[in-house]
Nanobody, 115 residues
Framework: QVQLVESGGGLVQAGGSLRLSCAASGNIFSTNYMGWYRQAPGSQRELVAQISTAGNTNYADSVKGRFTISRANTKNTVYLQMNDLKPEDTAIYYC?????????WGQGTQVTVSS
């Protein structure tokens, strides 16, 4: 089993920054993808950013140039640096880990951006 624990959400004004962290523990396969989805009220969950153990990244078009994903493989931890936040970034952000065809989720952390 895999556990994901997120931290770093909160309330910030438009133009501000936040950094999310997600630590994975348990039976983690050495090759995996980790990253973040988000879900705003009344909307579907969407992929924000993802990074492989090799460091390959993938971003949603809406966050390119503003968000940066990174990871520390020795710590099984992934980070999401979010800059120039906009009200439309307001959502619950869910950490995920994908390995061997299985998808694991964190409990979610709220990010609220005020205008």
């Amino acid at each position: 089993q895999v556990q994901l624990v997120e931290s770093g959400g909160g309330l910030v004004q438009a133009g501000g920054s936040l950094r999310l962290s997600c630590a994975a523990s348990g039976n983690i396969f050495s090759t995996n993808y980790m990253g973040w989805y988000r879900q705003a009220p009344g909307s579907q969950r969407e992929l924000v950013a993802q990074i492989s153990t090799a460091g390959n990244t993938n971003y949603a078009d809406s966050v390119k140039g503003r968000f940066t994903i990174s990871r520390a493989n020795t710590k099984n931890t992934v980070y999401l640096q979010m800059n120039d936040l906009k009200p439309e970034d307001t959502a619950i952000y869910y950490c995920h880990l994908l390995a061997l065809g299985r998808l694991y989720w964190g409990q979610g952390t709220q990010v609220t951006v005020s205008s």
